[in-house]
């Protein structure tokens, strides 16, 4: 009975399993790096290594536990009633059990790559696997003592490589102490020895609303034929509208990047999601320049990727909240990404890695999470706690960038909102929503069949955007009763769109389309009682511009953006194009130039979409056909040369200024 119960010990199942672990964690970061090197160096990579390391032995730890107790708990009922079902059936049944369930998965994804499994045909593929795997059992119960040999042997050979990352694993907890207290928190921070204002300042008060992922196209104040926007519409009658306003890029990180910058993709360079932080953000910035001016900043921004830690625009504000508070944690990924983000938020770069979707740990959360069926990060959390903000920090001029989740996927309004413009029963949850993403693709085209449900998920959307038109007014309705609007500058804006057309649903990846790129900008100044609706193209870098102009501080030569406030006096700018650009596949440091990738240029009428890989063009003009369907390169051949043209010459500026190390 000690020799069977020494097999089964703990320290015996745990090295097994800390190895294979261990080599799973080394196979993932390889693969992790390819992506990072894109953006950040391998001294920033190392921290995420090691605390990933850290979190995946304690893991491994408890995946032991959970082994070895069942082993030693049938051990224990086998020597007390001689039952014929022992620990050692309990280990080769889970190894048979994983061994046919990770084939099982390599099978699917070598032969059926891109199909959506049910969940009930997963239950029935599950179950079929342990049935298996008991017969086999069954059929081997009478060879363990070959099998007992064979854990011996194993136990011998991974020694070196026990030894090996343990030794990584005590490497990796001295790194990140010695990291986490080498840096200082990025994701927020107060400050109070405020300087106060100048006497006699008449500065306004600036308050930029973002609401994430929100198109111009799906906005009834911008003529949808969906009642979408209400409230909006009314507001804007006696503000400025702005009628054509087109991003920088078509996903979060870039576009916020250009709204804290005032410059092109292409110059401050962040062209990733978890890219490294704009060049000299530090102290080329619009908070910074407020700020320099008598301001007082405040960010509440809800989305991690635009916090102003990964914008480097930290020590501009002097209040930036964590995002995570303004989350609802109703599901594991919530409650485990939320203390992570508070632990190491702002410190290591990866600090979530290991509950990505793309890791195992955090496939299994997932698996385990209940149905959502309301938005998890609803506005009015960042909203009550700039109000809160408001009764803490008193000086003004303030300066206040409030961005908020919604209408960003999941689209998932409370009631009433939900199922207010399409009142079917389908995809009013998280899960099936996610079921549909994971069946029509993300990103990429879809097959036509599916536009059905494509329409479907729309009205989901359309419906998120009648909720954040409700969470708007009421957010107008507090600052009424704390009588700021007098003297504060509300900006109404997005930081880029979603699409549902062109056989495209959701945003990044290559495409430039209207419903990616076209984004709501409505400015409404103190006192105004007369509305006004501006066509003349211009560009998100516009705003930070336009900012300053209003709070009469110069827009220093360093910004790409130029004021509106002309065309706001009812005056004119002289025209010029407009770009925008999906540089994902460039590295982003290095000085390494733009080679791949998507760029978009608006002139008058028309826009060129240039694919930089497959030297592709497409001309529309919008004003006969905004939906882009009709592709004019070719009938038109010499408004496409020259706007290539334009595309060109101002990449190969942009390269030199790369390749040149400015």
Same mark, same amino acid.
């Given at each position: 009975?000690?020799?069977?119960?020494?097999?089964?010990?703990?320290?015996?199942?745990?090295?097994?399993?800390?190895?294979?672990?261990?080599?799973?964690?080394?196979?993932?970061?390889?693969?992790?790096?390819?992506?990072?090197?894109?953006?950040?160096?391998?001294?920033?990579?190392?921290?995420?290594?090691?605390?990933?390391?850290?979190?995946?032995?304690?893991?491994?730890?408890?995946?032991?536990?959970?082994?070895?107790?069942?082993?030693?708990?049938?051990?224990?009922?086998?020597?007390?009633?001689?039952?014929?079902?022992?620990?050692?059936?309990?280990?080769?049944?889970?190894?048979?059990?994983?061994?046919?369930?990770? @084939?099982?998965?390599?099978?699917?994804?070598?032969?059926?790559?891109?199909?959506?499994?049910?969940?009930?045909?997963?239950?029935?593929?599950?179950?079929?696997?342990?049935?298996?795997?008991?017969?086999?059992?069954?059929?081997?119960?009478?060879?363990?003592?070959? @099998?007992?040999?064979?854990?011996?042997?194993?136990?011998?050979?991974?020694?070196?490589?026990?030894?090996?990352?343990?030794?990584?694993? &005590?490497?990796?907890?001295?790194?990140?102490?010695?990291?986490?207290?080498?840096?200082?928190?990025?994701?927020?921070?107060?400050?109070?020895?405020?300087?106060?204002?100048?006497?006699?300042?008449?500065?306004?008060?600036?308050?930029?609303?973002?609401?994430?992922?929100?198109?111009?196209?799906?906005?009834?104040?911008?003529?949808?034929?969906?009642?979408?926007?209400?409230?909006?519409?009314?507001?804007?009658?006696?503000?400025?509208?702005?009628?054509?306003?087109?991003?920088?890029?078509?996903?979060?990180?870039?576009?916020?990047?250009?709204?804290?910058?005032?410059?092109?993709?292409?110059?401050?360079?962040?062209?990733?999601?978890?890219?490294?932080?704009?060049?000299?953000?530090?102290?080329?910035?619009?908070?910074?320049?407020?700020?320099?001016?008598?301001?007082?900043?405040?960010?509440?921004?809800?989305?991690?990727?635009?916090?102003?830690?990964?914008?480097?625009?930290?020590?501009?504000?002097?209040?930036?909240?964590?995002?995570?508070?303004?989350?609802?944690? &109703?599901?594991?990924?919530?409650?485990?990404?939320?203390?992570?983000?508070?632990?190491?938020?702002?410190?290591?770069?990866?600090?979530?890695?290991?509950?990505?979707?793309?890791?195992?740990?955090?496939?299994?959360?997932?698996?385990?999470?209940?149905?959502?069926?309301?938005?998890?990060?609803?506005?009015?959390?960042?909203?009550?706690?700039?109000?809160?903000?408001?009764?803490?920090?008193?000086?003004?001029?303030?300066?206040?960038?409030?961005?908020? &989740?919604?209408?960003?996927?999941?689209?998932?309004?409370?009631?009433?909102?939900?199922?207010?413009?399409?009142?079917?029963?389908?995809?009013?949850?998280?899960?099936?929503?996610?079921?549909?993403?994971?069946?029509?693709?993300?990103?990429?085209?879809?097959?036509?069949?599916?536009?059905?449900?494509?329409?479907?998920?729309?009205?989901?959307?359309?419906?998120?955007?009648?909720?954040?038109?409700?969470?708007?007014?009421?957010?107008?309705?507090?600052?009424?009763?704390?009588?700021?609007?007098?003297? @504060?500058?509300?900006?109404?804006?997005?930081?880029?769109?979603?699409?549902?057309?062109?056989?495209?649903?959701?945003?990044?990846?290559?495409?430039?389309?209207?419903?990616?790129?076209?984004?709501?900008?409505?400015?409404?100044?103190?006192?105004?009682?007369?509305?006004?609706?501006?066509? /003349?193209?211009?560009?998100?870098?516009?705003?930070?511009?336009?900012?300053?102009?209003?709070?009469?501080?110069?827009?220093?030569?360093?910004?790409?953006?130029?004021?509106?406030?002309?065309?706001?006096?009812?005056?004119?700018?002289?025209?010029?194009?407009?770009?925008?650009?999906?540089?994902?596949?460039?590295?982003?440091?290095?000085?390494?130039?733009?080679?791949?990738?998507?760029?978009?240029?608006?002139?008058?009428?028309?826009?060129?979409?240039?694919?930089?890989?497959?030297?592709?063009?497409?001309?529309?003009?919008?004003?006969?056909?905004?939906? /882009?369907?009709?592709?004019?390169?070719?009938?038109?051949?010499?408004?496409?040369?020259?706007?290539?043209?334009?595309?060109?010459?101002?990449?190969?500026?942009?390269?030199?200024?790369?390749?040149?190390? /400015?």
């Amino acid at each position: 009975a000690s020799d069977v119960y020494k097999r089964q010990s703990y320290r015996r199942i745990f090295r097994v399993v800390f190895v294979l672990f261990s080599l799973y964690l080394l196979r993932d970061a390889f693969f992790r790096w390819d992506g990072f090197s894109f953006y950040a160096s391998f001294a920033e990579f190392l921290p995420s290594v090691a605390l990933v390391t850290m979190l995946w032995t304690v893991a491994a730890g408890l995946t032991a536990l959970l082994i070895w107790m069942p082993a030693v708990a049938l051990q224990w009922i086998n020597i007390r009633t001689g039952w014929k079902v022992k620990g050692d059936h309990w280990l080769l049944f889970l190894c048979i059990f994983l061994l046919l369930g990770f @084939t099982a998965q390599a099978g699917k994804r070598f032969i059926w790559p891109d199909t959506h499994t049910p969940v009930f045909l997963k239950i029935l593929l599950l179950s079929a696997i342990a049935l298996t795997a008991v017969f086999i059992t069954w059929v081997l119960r009478n060879s363990l003592h070959k @099998t007992g040999r064979w854990m011996e042997i194993v136990q011998q050979r991974i020694t070196p490589l026990v030894w090996l990352f343990g030794a990584w694993f &005590v490497l990796s907890v001295l790194l990140v102490a010695w990291h986490m207290r080498a840096n200082q928190p990025g994701t927020t921070a107060v400050q109070e020895n405020l300087r106060p204002p100048a006497a006699g300042m008449k500065q306004p008060n600036i308050i930029l609303l973002t609401f994430d992922t929100l198109t111009a196209r799906d906005m009834s104040v911008y003529g949808y034929d969906r009642p979408t926007t209400p409230f909006i519409s009314e507001w804007a009658k006696t503000a400025s509208l702005f009628t054509m306003v087109q991003a920088e890029s078509n996903f979060t990180t870039p576009t916020t990047a250009s709204l804290m910058t005032g410059k092109r993709v292409w110059t401050h360079r962040t062209y990733h999601l978890l890219g490294s932080r704009p060049l000299g953000s530090d102290i080329e910035s619009l908070p910074f320049l407020l700020k320099n001016n008598g301001y007082f900043n405040m960010a509440f921004v809800v989305n991690t990727a635009a916090s102003v830690g990964a914008l480097g625009v930290t020590g501009s504000f002097e209040t930036a909240p964590l995002s995570t508070e303004f989350r609802i944690n &109703v599901t594991p990924r919530d409650f485990i990404d939320s203390r992570l983000y508070r632990l190491f938020g702002g410190k290591i770069r990866l600090y979530d890695w290991i509950i990505k979707e793309d890791f195992f740990m955090g496939k299994l959360v997932d698996m385990f999470s209940p149905a959502v069926f309301s938005t998890r990060v609803p506005p009015w959390k960042a909203f009550d706690a700039f109000r809160k903000a408001l009764d803490k920090y008193p000086p003004k001029p303030f300066f206040a960038w409030i961005h908020v &989740v919604p209408p960003h996927y999941p689209y998932l309004p409370p009631r009433p909102y939900m199922g207010m413009i399409d009142s079917s029963p389908g995809l009013r949850n998280f899960k099936s929503q996610e079921n549909a993403r994971v069946k029509i693709g993300i990103d990429k085209v879809f097959n036509k069949g599916l536009q059905p449900l494509v329409y479907t998920m729309r009205a989901r959307y359309d419906e998120f955007i009648r909720y954040c038109d409700s969470q708007f007014k009421n957010f107008l309705g507090l600052l009424r009763e704390r009588d700021l609007l007098k003297n @504060t500058v509300i900006v109404f804006s997005s930081d880029h769109g979603e699409s549902f057309e062109h056989n495209l649903l959701g945003h990044s990846g290559p495409h430039l389309y209207e419903q990616l790129t076209h984004i709501p900008l409505i400015i409404r100044e103190p006192g105004q009682t007369e509305g006004r609706v501006i066509s /003349e193209l211009v560009e998100q870098i516009d705003i930070p511009a336009t900012i300053l102009d209003l709070a009469g501080i110069p827009v220093p030569r360093w910004m790409e953006g130029r004021s509106l406030v002309p065309l706001m006096r009812g005056e004119k700018i002289p025209p010029r194009p407009a770009f925008s650009m999906n540089l994902e596949t460039n590295r982003s440091r290095g000085g390494y130039p733009i080679t791949r990738g998507t760029i978009a240029v608006w002139d008058g009428d028309y826009k060129l979409i240039y694919y930089l890989k497959k030297q592709k063009a497409l001309l529309f003009n919008l004003r006969e056909d905004p939906d /882009e369907l009709n592709n004019l390169f070719d009938r038109e051949p010499e408004t496409g040369r020259r706007l290539l043209a334009l595309v060109k010459e101002n990449l190969k500026k942009a390269n030199e200024k790369i390749t040149g190390g /400015e």
